[in-house]
């Protein structure tokens, strides 16, 4: 073995001192400034009378060395000379690797600050844990609810809110997303965003979990086939927020979290001793897809209730300020809303009943639900007028219309939400499905995974068919035109929703020229992942689902007012109350009719009038009309439906 060299041993102490950091580097420095100047300064000292003492001449080496300036004054030759390799000497050290170092050290500060590594000081704040295509429409739902948050901020006794965003790599490039959603825009000054994951514990700390009002846990999408699923990282989360607590004496904040299996509910109870409501994303797809195939036309209710924007949406009030009123009085007096139903508590949960008769009455502790165009039409206005009292008994029940012949449903794609699709078709005892599911994945391993999630669906043939859609030949082979439903799904297995929307829009397309010509249209419901893609099929006859944008608009809601979760699976589940349509011709309808005199004869029947579903669109291409103003005649044509709300 040969030995070290001495050179060798100085380079590797030399180095080691470097990879400390800058101050470690401007150490190094000083030092080789020292030692230059010491040399230079011996070097002038034997001309006679040049300097005082060895410390002038050292002063004067250093003098030359950091500032070229004094380089005119020198006297002589040799001491011009050593003056002049001190200067260059001084632009390569002095200058050159100081500013050098400082400069590296000041840009890797900033890229640290750019990336949020420093620990939030707020309070009340929002905490939204994840960056994915929910973001942006979370944020911009949490944003624009004006109302509800006024409320939120009055609750938490605070001016302003702040909303704290953990992603991955915090960088400018979300920033500049941020301000360029168009439900954020300037409001990005009011976004803060971290770097961390949700399952890392000083991450949690950095956006100051336990000072929030709210923590939102959304899904994150993973790799098909990873041992590490959302759900994972959503309870290691919920356990490292509940740690901290314990470790500091804390209160726990209220959390909203997400989870793709809904039968990780009592699990994620379990990991979370505080107030938590859990939303279950692939089931609530699914409910929504499912009754979107019993009551075709039901997306457009979906999509403006459930996603921001224009049009009316499902409010939660607190019943302080209405107690000892009736669920009829205060219709009359919310001439702008409709009133829904009530929540009545019971024990630690909530009795959900929608088209409760209006003799109901309200007490402090109740919860009323209304559906109305802004949170202010939900409040008492002396400038407008009371509506008549309209008298509603108890429900009636409306049996839906079964067939012997099961309902074909053909299924284009594969995702991890298709074997909660499975269980939800199974669910309504008496309705018999035939799913057929087109993928390129295999039978063995898509028939694995619902047997997974799913131990007995016997209402449900399922029949899996290797092939792809995306080649007109195969698709087809499987002939649509067949099917009373085509359902096209958006990919999980792709690297981006971009991707995935842009195989399921190509598929809509190529699906479109095969049942042109045909005599018979099934009906097509596609569901997109990026809500950017809603607005490229310009005219198209299919219904659409965003599912990023509905999962965005109930978390944010079910953040601000935690009641709502209720009513939502109350309102999309089986059984129960659900939005219907209905012929106009089953009931005793004058040549003219207002909503108001559509809401007295529905009442009659123990049902709830929302609107008017027109079978030609308007010139704004709508054809919902959902709580039209009262005096308003409708002006019903043929095939038009009524949109009710019926127990079932």
């Given at each position: 073995m040969l030995p070290f060299r001495i050179i060798d041993r100085i380079k590797f102490i030399v180095e080691r001192q470097l990879v400390k950091g800058a101050g470690f580097q401007l150490l190094v420095v000083g030092v080789f400034i020292g030692l230059i100047s010491l040399i230079g300064g011996l070097l002038v000292v034997p001309q006679d009378g040049a300097f005082d003492d060895t410390g002038s001449a050292i002063w004067w080496a250093f003098l030359r060395l950091t500032d070229p300036g004094y380089l005119g004054d020198d006297v002589g030759t040799w001491q011009r000379f050593v003056s002049t390799l001190l200067t260059i000497s001084g632009?390569?050290?002095?200058?050159?690797?100081?500013?050098?170092?400082?400069?590296?050290?000041?840009?890797?500060?900033?890229?640290?600050?750019?990336?949020?590594?420093?620990?939030?000081?707020?309070?009340?704040?929002?905490?939204?844990?994840?960056?994915?295509?929910?973001?942006?429409?979370?944020?911009s739902e949490l944003l624009g609810s004006s109302g509800r948050m006024r409320r939120f901020l009055e609750k938490h006794d605070t001016q302003r809110l702040n909303l704290v965003v953990l992603s991955q790599n915090a960088s400018a490039v979300q920033v500049h997303e941020l301000r360029s959603e168009p439900g954020i825009g300037r409001k990005a000054r009011q976004v803060i965003l971290r770097s961390g994951l949700a399952i890392q514990p000083d991450a949690l700390q950095r956006v100051a979990c336990l000072d929030a009002a709210a923590v939102i846990v959304p899904s994150i999408a993973h790799e098909a086939g990873t041992l590490v699923t959302s759900d994972i990282e959503t309870v290691k989360a919920m356990l490292s927020i509940a740690a901290q607590a314990r470790h500091l004496n804390?209160?726990?904040?209220?959390?909203?979290?997400?989870?793709?299996?809904?039968?990780?509910?009592?699990?994620?109870?379990?990991?979370?001793?505080?107030?938590?409501?859990?939303?279950?994303?692939?089931?609530?797809?699914?409910?929504?897809?499912?009754?979107?195939?019993?009551?075709?036309?039901?997306?457009?209710?979906?999509?403006?209730?459930l996603t921001a924007g224009e049009g009316n949406e499902i409010y939660v009030r607190g019943g302080e300020s209405v107690a000892g009123m009736t669920l009829g009085e205060l219709a009359a007096q919310r001439p702008l809303a409709i009133i829904l139903g009530i929540l009545k508590p019971k024990g630690n949960r909530w009795d959900v009943r929608l088209i409760a008769p209006s003799d109901t009455p309200i007490e402090m502790a109740d919860r009323v639900i209304m559906l109305a165009r802004d949170y202010s039409e939900t409040e008492a206005n002396s400038k407008l007028a009371p509506l008549p009292a309209i008298a509603r008994g108890e429900p009636g029940r409306y049996l839906r219309k079964t067939t012997d012949r099961p309902r074909k449903v053909l299924v284009l794609g594969w995702n991890r939400r298709v074997p909660s699709l499975i269980a939800e078709f199974a669910s309504y005892v008496g309705q018999p499905f035939t799913v057929d599911i087109v993928s390129v994945v295999s039978a063995t391993e898509r028939e694995r995974d619902i047997a997974r999630y799913l131990q007995d669906y016997r209402?449900?043939?399922?029949?899996?068919?290797?092939?792809?859609y995306m080649v007109e030949d195969e698709l087809r082979k499987v002939r649509p035109v067949d099917y009373d439903t085509v359902i096209l799904l958006s990919s999980d297995r792709l690297a981006s929703g971009e991707e995935a929307d842009a195989r399921a829009m190509v598929g809509y397309l190529q699906l479109e020229?095969?049942?042109?010509?045909?005599?018979?249209?099934?009906?097509?419901?596609?569901?997109?992942?990026?809500?950017?893609?809603?607005?490229?099929l310009s005219g198209h006859r299919s219904e659409m689902m965003i599912s990023p944008m509905i999962l965005s608009h109930v978390l944010a809601q079910v953040a601000l007012r935690r009641e709502l979760r209720v009513v939502l699976d109350e309102l999309?589940?089986?059984?129960?109350?659900?939005?219907?349509?209905?012929?106009?011709?089953?009931?005793?309808?004058?040549?003219?009719?207002?909503?108001?005199?559509?809401?007295?004869?529905?009442?009659?029947?123990?049902?709830?009038?929302?609107?008017?579903?027109?079978?030609?669109?308007d010139d704004g291409g709508r054809r919902l009309e959902l709580n039209p103003p009262r005096k308003r005649f409708l002006d019903l044509q043929p095939d038009d439906q009524l949109v009710v709300m019926a127990n079932t």
């Amino acid at each position: 073995m040969l030995p070290f060299r001495i050179i060798d041993r100085i380079k590797f102490i030399v180095e080691r001192q470097l990879v400390k950091g800058a101050g470690f580097q401007l150490l190094v420095v000083g030092v080789f400034i020292g030692l230059i100047s010491l040399i230079g300064g011996l070097l002038v000292v034997p001309q006679d009378g040049a300097f005082d003492d060895t410390g002038s001449a050292i002063w004067w080496a250093f003098l030359r060395l950091t500032d070229p300036g004094y380089l005119g004054d020198d006297v002589g030759t040799w001491q011009r000379f050593v003056s002049t390799l001190l200067t260059i000497s001084g632009y390569v050290v002095f200058m050159g690797t100081l500013v050098a170092i400082l400069t590296r050290w000041l840009i890797a500060k900033m890229a640290d600050l750019e990336r949020g590594l420093t620990p939030v000081t707020l309070k009340n704040h929002i905490v939204v844990l994840g960056w994915s295509s929910q973001t942006l429409p979370l944020l911009s739902e949490l944003l624009g609810s004006s109302g509800r948050m006024r409320r939120f901020l009055e609750k938490h006794d605070t001016q302003r809110l702040n909303l704290v965003v953990l992603s991955q790599n915090a960088s400018a490039v979300q920033v500049h997303e941020l301000r360029s959603e168009p439900g954020i825009g300037r409001k990005a000054r009011q976004v803060i965003l971290r770097s961390g994951l949700a399952i890392q514990p000083d991450a949690l700390q950095r956006v100051a979990c336990l000072d929030a009002a709210a923590v939102i846990v959304p899904s994150i999408a993973h790799e098909a086939g990873t041992l590490v699923t959302s759900d994972i990282e959503t309870v290691k989360a919920m356990l490292s927020i509940a740690a901290q607590a314990r470790h500091l004496n804390a209160p726990l904040p209220y959390v909203v979290a997400e989870i793709q299996d809904i039968r990780k509910h009592p699990v994620i109870e379990r990991a979370y001793p505080g107030e938590v409501e859990v939303v279950g994303g692939d089931a609530t797809i699914s409910r929504l897809m499912v009754q979107n195939i019993l009551h075709p036309g039901l997306s457009g209710i979906y999509n403006e209730l459930l996603t921001a924007g224009e049009g009316n949406e499902i409010y939660v009030r607190g019943g302080e300020s209405v107690a000892g009123m009736t669920l009829g009085e205060l219709a009359a007096q919310r001439p702008l809303a409709i009133i829904l139903g009530i929540l009545k508590p019971k024990g630690n949960r909530w009795d959900v009943r929608l088209i409760a008769p209006s003799d109901t009455p309200i007490e402090m502790a109740d919860r009323v639900i209304m559906l109305a165009r802004d949170y202010s039409e939900t409040e008492a206005n002396s400038k407008l007028a009371p509506l008549p009292a309209i008298a509603r008994g108890e429900p009636g029940r409306y049996l839906r219309k079964t067939t012997d012949r099961p309902r074909k449903v053909l299924v284009l794609g594969w995702n991890r939400r298709v074997p909660s699709l499975i269980a939800e078709f199974a669910s309504y005892v008496g309705q018999p499905f035939t799913v057929d599911i087109v993928s390129v994945v295999s039978a063995t391993e898509r028939e694995r995974d619902i047997a997974r999630y799913l131990q007995d669906y016997r209402e449900v043939s399922c029949r899996h068919i290797e092939a792809d859609y995306m080649v007109e030949d195969e698709l087809r082979k499987v002939r649509p035109v067949d099917y009373d439903t085509v359902i096209l799904l958006s990919s999980d297995r792709l690297a981006s929703g971009e991707e995935a929307d842009a195989r399921a829009m190509v598929g809509y397309l190529q699906l479109e020229d095969i049942l042109a010509g045909a005599n018979r249209r099934p009906q097509l419901i596609m569901e997109l992942s990026d809500p950017d893609n809603r607005h490229l099929l310009s005219g198209h006859r299919s219904e659409m689902m965003i599912s990023p944008m509905i999962l965005s608009h109930v978390l944010a809601q079910v953040a601000l007012r935690r009641e709502l979760r209720v009513v939502l699976d109350e309102l999309f589940t089986v059984g129960g109350a659900e939005i219907q349509f209905r012929d106009p011709r089953d009931y005793p309808l004058p040549a003219s009719v207002d909503f108001h005199l559509l809401e007295r004869i529905l009442a009659e029947r123990g049902e709830l009038a929302l609107g008017v579903f027109r079978h030609r669109t308007d010139d704004g291409g709508r054809r919902l009309e959902l709580n039209p103003p009262r005096k308003r005649f409708l002006d019903l044509q043929p095939d038009d439906q009524l949109v009710v709300m019926a127990n079932t």
